[in-house]
């Protein structure tokens, strides 16, 4: 079962995997972590800045879930550019070891295989960092993706690029395909941190983390994964109904558990 926390507001969510991630980065300078983007681990990137001030970042490694399909790797909402800007610029890591898939047209035949060769050629992603969709997806497998799923292209749905319309200038600029890890991918992570704030992933969050394993909520496959940290905060908890005993499961967590 996945473990569930319950933080007050995203700050301290984001406190929380931010210094387990300096711990594991402390212990393995070559980490190799799997990157969400979106607003959801924004509070996660914001405090690895303060947790990693003296952590030598310089051998980390990372691999983005995803990216738009045909979008110019330099127009500001490609994943390559939030990347670039939320996580790689202000950690200081070094460009070179974060890989973001290849979203250009040209070649994408190929991008997805490109991409798990990559991801087996670092050994692995260590730690995954996840958010979820309205919709359940996680990366951007949405409901219907086979829990074998690899890098690959999909189309995202109707309710993906409404709810991604904020970050650009109009809801017709929204990409109608993005290439994702899969969720076969995913599950072949050594740690997933799925994260969920606000009232809007409330409804998906319980169908992921208590609802039958299916494909049609591509998050519950996350049930299948021996290793997997749930971070919420009240409002996305709101829908859970063993939010009792996650809470009494924390607060008796073992000391020399980590997360
Ligand atoms: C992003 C990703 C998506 C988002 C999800 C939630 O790389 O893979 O699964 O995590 O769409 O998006 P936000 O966090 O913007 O609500």
Redesign the pocket.
Same mark, same amino acid.
């Given at each position: 079962m996945a473990e569930v926390i319950i933080v007050p507001r995203s700050a301290e969510g984001g406190n929380l995997v931010a210094s387990e991630i300096a711990r594991r980065i402390r212990a393995t300078p070559d980490l190799v972590l799997g990157l969400? *983007?979106?607003?959801?681990?924004l509070p996660v990137y914001e405090a690895l800045r303060p947790a990693l001030a003296e952590v030598d970042v310089s051998g980390v490694r990372g691999f983005?879930?995803?990216e738009y399909v045909g979008l110019d790797p330099a127009h500001p909402q490609s994943?390559r550019s939030v990347i670039a800007r939320e996580v790689v610029e202000p950690l200081g890591l070094d460009p070179a070891r974060i890989r973001v898939p290849d979203g250009r047209l040209d070649g994408i035949a190929h991008a997805g295989e490109v991409y798990e060769a990559a991801i087996m050629d670092a050994g692995g992603i260590a730690l995954q960092i996840?958010?979820?969709?309205t919709d359940g997806?996680?990366?951007?497998n949405e409901p219907g993706s086979s829990f074998a799923s690899r890098t690959r292209v999909k189309t995202l749905t109707e309710q *993906?690029r409404a709810?991604?319309a904020r970050f650009f200038a109009s809801p017709d600029e929204v990409p109608m395909h993005c290439i994702?890890q899969g969720l076969g991918t995913i599950l072949e992570a050594g740690q997933l941190v799925l994260l969920a704030f606000g009232r809007s992933k409330a409804a998906a969050l319980a169908a992921a983390v208590e609802g039958p394993v299916s494909a049609s909520v591509p998050g519950s496959a996350i049930q299948l994964h021996p290793h997997v940290t749930v971070v919420v905060d009240e409002d996305a908890a709101a829908e859970l109904t063993r939010a009792d005993y996650y809470r009494y499961a924390y607060a008796n967590k073992p000391t020399w558990q980590g997360l």
């Open positions: 969400a *983007t979106g607003s959801t681990p983005a879930l995803d994943y996840l958010g979820i969709g997806h996680i990366g951007f *993906t709810d991604n994702t």
